[in-house]
C-alpha cells in the first residue's frame, strides 16, 4: 500500500493529540488524524514540556501496524514532510536535527513524538508539533524556539499546512511498507542539519563530543570521536559546539 487514508478527528482544546489518539485507537480498523488548535499538556521526548498554545499546528497520525519495531522510520518521515512542507509554503530553509526536530535558521521549529499502541492491534502514534503563527515565545525557549510568522512574518492557513503534511508523509510512507528503510534514511540525510557537524551528544552513559558523520541503518546517529574511534548514539540529546 504506497497511500493512507485518514479519518480526520479535530478539536479546539485536547491535554495533547498523542493522547486523544491513543484513546481512540481502541478497536479502529482504520488510520486516524487527531488535530487540536491547542494542547493543555503537550509533550516532546523524555515527557517534556511543549508549549502549545493558539497559533500552532498540532496533530498525530494513528497508523495500524503490525510490527512496532521500525516506528523509528516514521520519525524520520515526519520530520522531512514537515521540513518538505515548510520549503512548499516558504522561501525557507528547513533541516531536520537528529533524532525528532526541525529547525530553521537554527532554531527549533517542530517537534515530533512517536509512541506505539500495543494489544489486540497495535498501533503507531506519530504526534507533530509545528509553531506556525505564534508571535512569541515564552522566555525560557525565545532563544531555541521559532515559528514561521516570526521568521517570514506572515500567517499561514494551518489547515493547508496540515494536508500538505499528510500528503508529504504518504509520498514516503510507501518505503515504510515496502521496508525500504534505505530510501528513507537517504532521503532524511539530504535534509540533515546534524551531519557534518562538531556535536554534544548527552546519554544515559554518558557525554560525548565528535563530528556527525553518518547515520545508520537502525537510524542511530555515528560519532567520530576526537581519538578517531567511532560511537553509535541510540538515543540521547544532542547540541551543536
Known sequence: MSKVG??????KTLSSTNDKARELAKDRKYNLVVTAEKQKRGRGRFGRKWSSGLGGLYMTLLLKEDNLDNVRYLTFIAGVSVAR???KFTDLNAEVKWPNDVLINN??????????V???ENYALVGIGV?????????????????????????YNLDKITKIIIKNFNSLYKYYNGEKYDKI??????????????IRAETLSGDFIGKAVDVDDNCNLILRLNDGKLKKIVEGDISVI
Not at 107 to 116: A, F, S
Not at 131 to 154: C, H, R, W, Y
Open 107 to 116: 532554531k527549533k521549529i517542530c517537534g515530533i513524538l512517536t509512541e506505539t
Open 6 to 11: 485518514f479519518k480526520f478527528y479535530n478539536f
Open 85 to 87: 512542507t515548510i520549503k
Open 185 to 198: 534514511i537517504g532521503i532524511w540525510k539530504k535534509h540533515s542539519h546534524t551531519l557534518g557537524k562538531k
Open 131 to 155: 509553531n506556525v503563527n505564534q508571535g512569541k515565545f515564552p522566555k525560557n525557549i525565545t532563544q531555541i524556539a521559532t515559528s514561521l510568522k516570526i521568521e517570514s512574518n506572515k500567517d
Open 118 to 120: 500495543t494489544g489486540k
